[in-house]
């Protein structure tokens, strides 16, 4: 498994689509400073789950979005895809290519994706598992995780092993059993006490269900009579909207007829209108036409310009290009004078630089075999400084034993003091810890009484509640009787006031306002008894419009003919006023002006329209005519409709203000209902507050009690490494006495050997100072050389350039002849073009005069549609007139039949909504019941006797016995489920610790001989710190780079600590390599030689896996197989080229 490619886009400085393509072996990455190598780490890091936005150097996540420069705009996205080569199916999964794809809005909104399939990032994690792979894992390596991993203290080290020992995803799974174990302890104790309390609530409901089951059947028998006269209602109101739906129809068929004559009449209305259209449309395509013909005019007339202008320009560049031609064959002769010159200056050059080259080869051949001399003797130096130091290290070591044996001895004392410290503080805990167990123990009593307390209130609360919705309930159905009542007054208003009469005054009032005094009935009063005399007096009139001039009833007239309104008949004021009114007739009777009270200027109105009218025994006595019997099915005049009017809304207002009271008592009775249910919702939240705080403190109490017992086994545990202390401390002292005695020895040894060292570096200097003085001599040889060559080179490039020149000048003469013989062939294509637009223009204008005559014929045609349209549309307007009455009418019936079927659908909505039955299965069940008053009384009384009444016991018993059962059956699954978890941690524990420990010795041997490789000497090792507790134990580093003490590696220099670091990485790849590594500026702090060493064992690991360099170092280029470099063209924009596609570029020019 190897990584393929990486695309990036919108991540950082990288703006566009990029795409890196590895192969197998070392890629280094190279560019200046800030130009975004660093940029690819964060992107192959992001990609793999990095959730920090600071490891990724930023503030927060959606600074790696690429933020736009000066001349670019920002991206909206943020997108890595990696590509890994799976046919090796290192990764579980059934793919041969593997892509991994994140991508991040500006939104917030972050995706995955696995071969274009959207995933979660937990499957990525669970896929890279144990691959090496990952965002802390040991295949990226920056310079600062190289930091963290020497500074780190030994248990956050631990991680890179855990990575390499594949126990990461035991631990994983170890976490993830713990947290399940908590849950279900936690759940177990929560578990227990709701059983106990469902326990006692069993019986408390038992009694409640018995008590609800009788309160629901009388309920039923009361239910079952008021739905009867509900359904009995229902078929009245349904009989009445039967008769007017079929009057409904009638005038609804009259009314469709002419509907049917208006619709023929609007369709040749539209096939006049589309003649109409069409004329317009051929007068406009003619208009167009003619158009057409001025511009094609214009347009060749402007030809003719064109072309002529052309012709001239030709003309005048012809000549200019004749003298340029002249000009460019004189300069052409220069150039090739001074070529031929330069040719033989070049030969001559050529043969001083290559006698230079046979002397600087025959300097360097006497240099090197100098240097062989020297390296002869250096090897001897070398040799005996690896005595000197390893007799050195000698003494070093017994120097760090003995101090190490003196502070072993000092830290074993301290540790004994310690621990009987430690002993006697742990006894003074457990007294203290006693004390708070007890305390504990009264609190958890003390919220048991407060449970027990809230239980009885609640009970209190529920009864209470349980009378207050029996009042809501009785005074809700007052209040929807009423309301019922309510809407059927306003239907009959409504009626009332759409009578056609009625209806015409409203839409006069109006319309003209102030223009009329009113109708008659208006200013007029009449007390309510005398109302059926005055009305039968004045018959039709009372309905008269009352006018001051003539002139405003002849526009009112006229208004209502041309809207098709009515017939209505006006008194002028003006006029009765000239009217002279005769003495009353001698009929025996009241007056019937006596019975009418109105404003002195309607007073001759009123004397005019009841003159000479008297009553008596209910009869009308009016000029000559007497008016008597019994009236049948007349129709209202305007008293008595104003009247009827006035009386439907003073009961509106009545019944407005009984449903007032209604709603008042309600609003109170459920604001009393809501306080007890906020009562009862306090109540449970204490109880709920109780249980969590008794909860808590259980476990508290468990734990503390817990912590008493391990007191004890800690108290016992500090007895046993006081006696091993004792033991290490006498095994220690005599170890000390042997290493004084190794260590006079190995003094003396030392002493002698540096003697014969300090005689051979002494011929080593001389042999160096020779060495110098050749290397200045082959300096100053080499200089002659480059600057003679220099030259040579500046001379080929002259060459070069005049080549150039004369080249181009040729094919400029060339071009320049070729455009003149073109342009000659454009003069005559010129001539031909004004010639033929003068043709054309001619023959246009002949057929112009044409085009305006057959527009003037089509002109007429159009204005003889348009009076005809006119006439049609007359007829058109008279007819939807008398459409416009019928359908007046049909609106009167059908808000009539609206009314009615409204106060339907309310009776329906009250049987489903209070008693929840349909209208057809009330009337398929309907019967009439006899049912006294006595017996309907009882009934309610033994509803009343029962008192408050949990409706819902029956269920909630029901409820409560499933949910107890299936909670003791979830208590014993809990219990089976901790012992399983038990097991499976046990199991991964020991795993780990095998695992672990396995390898970590094989780390451990492949660190010692790496790091000697690479320091060519030395000794360094991994140390645990806690041998005895594998899976919390830490690792610490030593190290003793070559002629230096063995120390901490926090002691050495930075060079030797990325070597270090270095070395540990090879060690621990060659136990399990990831299939590639990141190595990000890690070569920044090493020296020639060390780079040197790196490179070399860069390369054999290269052979097992993939490494990404990014690097400055040129020496670490050289070893590289393939070289990308990342530059800024465009600043802010970092972009990829390839320096080996440019290299080769260059060695082929």
Known sequence: MH?????????????????????????????????????????????????????????KMEDIIFNGTSSRKATSISEVTLTFDNSQNVLPIDYSEVCICRRLYRSGESEYYLNKTPVRLKDIKDLLLDTGIGTDSYSIMEQGKIDFILQAKPEERRYLFEEVAGVSKFKSKKEEALRKLEKVSQDMLRLNDILVELESQKSKLDSQARKAKQYQKYLEELKNYEVNSLVKKYIDVRNVNAEKTKELETISGK??????????????????KLKLVAKEDELITNRTEANKVDSAIHILKERIITAENGKIDLLKHSEESKIEIQQNEKDLENYKTDFQNLQLKFAESEKIVASSNEMLEKKTAEKNKLESEISVLAHELENARQEIFNIAKEISDLHNSKKVSGDFLNDINQRIEKTENQK?????????????????????????????????????????????????????????????????????????????????????????????CGIVSD????????????????????????????????????????????????????????????????????????????????????????????????????????QGGKKVNTKKGGLEINEEINRFNQEIVNINSNISKSESILNNLRSEFSNIELAIKGNLEATEKNKNDLYALSKDLMMDEEALKATDNFVGVLNQESENFKKQKAEKEENLRYVNESLEKSIQKEQSIKNRFSEMHQQFDKYQGDLKKHNQELTDMTVDFSVKNTELLHSKDKLKTISDAMEFLSSKIERTKKWMDESQTKIQEFEKVINDSNEEINKIVV?????????????????????????????????????????DEVRVIERTVSGSASEMKQIENRLNEEKGIKIEDAINNYQEIAISGEELEKLKKRIESLGAVNLAAPEEYEQLEQRYNFLSKQREDLEKAREDLHNAINKINLTTRQNFQKTFVVVQENFRSIFTKLFEGGEADLLLTDEGNLLETGIDIIAQPPGKKLQHISLLSGGERSLTAIALLFAIYLVKPAPFCILDEIDGQLDEANVLRFTRMLKEFAKISQFFVITHNKRTMESANVLYGVTMEELGISKIISVQLEREKAAVS
């Not at 072996?25 to 990095?50: M, R, Y």
């Open 3 to 59: 990584l393929k490619s990486v695309d990036i886009y919108g991540f950082k400085s990288f703006a566009e689509k990029t795409a890196l393509t590895f192969s197998e072996g070392v890629t280094a990455i190279v560019g200046p400073n800030g130009c975004g190598k660093t940029n690819i780490t964060d992107a192959i890091k992001w990609v793999l789950g990095e959730q920090s936005a600071k490891s990724l150097r930023g503030t």
């Open 255 to 272: 009314e469709s007829e002419i509907s049917i004559s208006v619709d023929k009449d609007e369709a040749r209305n539209s096939e006049f």
């Open 424 to 516: 006697n503080q742990t006894l003074n805990q457990k007294s203290e810890k006693e004390k708070v167990v007890n305390e504990l123990k009264i609190k958890v009593q003390n919220i048991q009484l407060q449970l027990d307390e809230n239980k009885q209130q609640l009970e209190q609360l529920n009864l209470k509640r349980g009378s207050l919705q029996q009042e809501i309930i009785t005074h809700q159905k007052v209040l929807n009787d009423n309301k019922n009542i309510l809407v059927h007054l306003n239907m009959q208003l409504e009626t009332t006031k759409n009578d056609s009469d009625y209806a015409l005054i409203s839409k006069v009032k109006e319309t003209f306002g102030s223009k009329i």
């Open 523 to 626: 200013v007029i009063s009449v007390s309510a008894e005398n109302i059926p005399v005055v009305q039968t007096a004045l018959g039709e009139k009372s309905n008269y419009f009352i006018c001051e001039n003539q002139e405003t009833a002849i526009e009112i007239i006229n208004w209502l003919r041309e809207n098709n309104l009515g017939w209505a008949t006006f008194l002028i004021l003006s006029e009765i006023e000239k009217i002279h009114v005769s003495q009353p007739l001698t009929f025996t009777g009241k007056q019937v002006i006596d019975f009418i009270s109105c404003d002195p200027k309607f007073r001759k109105v009123v004397e005019f329209l009841v003159q000479n009218t008297t009553y008596q025994n209910d009869n009308i006595y009016s000029s000559g005519i007497i």
């Open 847 to 887: 057929s112009k005069d044409t085009m305006h005559d057959a527009i003037k014929n089509i002109e007429k045609e159009r204005d003889d549609l348009k009076n005809e349209l006119l006439a049609l549309e007359n007829s058109l307007r008279s007819l939807r007139g008398q459409h416009q009455k019928l359908q």
